[in-house]
């Protein structure tokens, strides 16, 4: 029996970190990571797959940004609606069969204390008189080592709103790709009606949320490094082979995981497999296709048999 798999695709997948690839080479970076996609579907997976869309969603803002003069800038959750779109459909091109796109609404509470306080860089470097243009439209924007970025909240996803309709569309046979950039963040006013908000949402928090929504069993986050290391960039690297939930909680504590890039993928796999998962593994896309099957990547195992003896012996 296969199992149900929710694998989420790195940024990295498709372009240069600046965002610089041309339409040409992400479509053909598409259709390579669609391989070993391909592979775990006829190997009898049902496969829910998401993406990140960090780069795409910088050079929208900066069309927004030069456009706007001539054309209303939309806002960020729209840009998150449109990369959803246009990287969902490179996927229904690359994997045929019986592909689904969903554009998919990410709940999350207004009152996030992340909306006080943005910190997550988007987009690109720009500088100090160009940042402060922006900052008189609103905007907030930071100084970094490279030069200015504009910064917005990225609150906690608590809810896939549309996994209904990705758990109908399995149910049909479909491989669905939902999610895209953590999903579009919405928020619930008081009259219970829903509006997109100025955020992005963590896309590896969220396919550990839209994996359980869709009763994953396993959580395959495919990214441009083979493990998640204890001691990175140090003189002493270790990379993390297999390991309980536990451990690697210790670890996540210990300070190990960078925040922006390996902590959320290390706090994905925590909590996917306290949820109930049965194994999350964080690995390069180049080793995709052994993911499920090899040794390969870190790989995240749940408390559950380790914790039952301990009570046991109590
Ligand atoms: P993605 O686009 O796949 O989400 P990220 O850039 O967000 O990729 O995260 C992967 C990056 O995390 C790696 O390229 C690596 O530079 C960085 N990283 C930070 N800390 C660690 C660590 N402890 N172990 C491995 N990689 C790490
Ligand atoms: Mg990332």
Not at 26 to 35: D, N, Y
Not at 124 to 148: P, V
Not at 297 to 308: C, D, I, M, S
Request: proline share 6%; hydrophobic share 45%; with cysteine.
């Amino acid at each position: 029996m296969g199992e149900r798999v929710l694998i989420a695709l790195g940024g990295n997948a498709m372009t240069a970190p600046d965002g610089s690839a041309s339409p040409e080479d992400q479509r053909a970076a598409i259709e390579q990571a669609m391989g070993p996609v391909r592979g775990l579907i006829e190997a009898g997976h049902r496969v829910v797959l998401t993406h990140g869309n960090g780069p795409q969603v910088g050079n929208l803002l900066l069309k927004n940004q030069i456009a706007a003069d001539v054309v209303p800038p939309v806002p960020l959750d729209w840009c998150g609606a449109q990369t959803q779109a246009t990287i969902g459909t490179l996927v229904l091109n690359a994997l045929g069969g019986r592909t689904a796109t969903v554009v998919t609404r990410t709940l999350v509470d207004a009152a996030d204390p992340a909306f006080a306080d943005p910190v997550k860089p988007i987009g690109r470097y720009f500088t100090e008189q160009e940042a402060r243009r922006f900052e008189k439209l609103g905007q907030s924007w930071r100084r970094f080592e490279r030069g200015w970025r504009r910064v917005v909240a990225s609150p906690e996803p608590l809810e896939i709103l549309d996994a209904d309709a990705v758990r109908a569309l399995m149910a049909a046979g479909f491989t669905v790709v939902a999610a895209g950039g953590g999903g579009v963040p919405v928020v619930r006013r008081a009259d219970g009606s829903l509006t997109g908000v100025e955020a992005v949402i963590d896309k590896d928090l969220a396919a550990a949320l839209l994996a359980r929504a869709v009763g994953a069993t396993t959580l395959i986050i495919a990214t441009d490094v083979p493990n998640a290391v204890v001691g990175y960039g140090g003189p002493d690297p270790r990379p993390i082979g297999r390991i309980s939930a536990g451990e690697l909680r210790v670890l996540h504590a210990a300070g190990h995981f960078a925040g922006g890039s390996m902590g959320p993928k290390v706090e994905a796999a925590l909590r996917f497999v306290s949820g109930g998962g049965s194994l999350a593994v964080i690995t390069a896309l180049r080793d995709l296709a052994e993911a499920l099957t090899g040794n390969v990547g870190t790989r995240v195992e749940p408390l559950a048999k380790e914790a039952e003896n301990h009570a046991g012996s109590d």
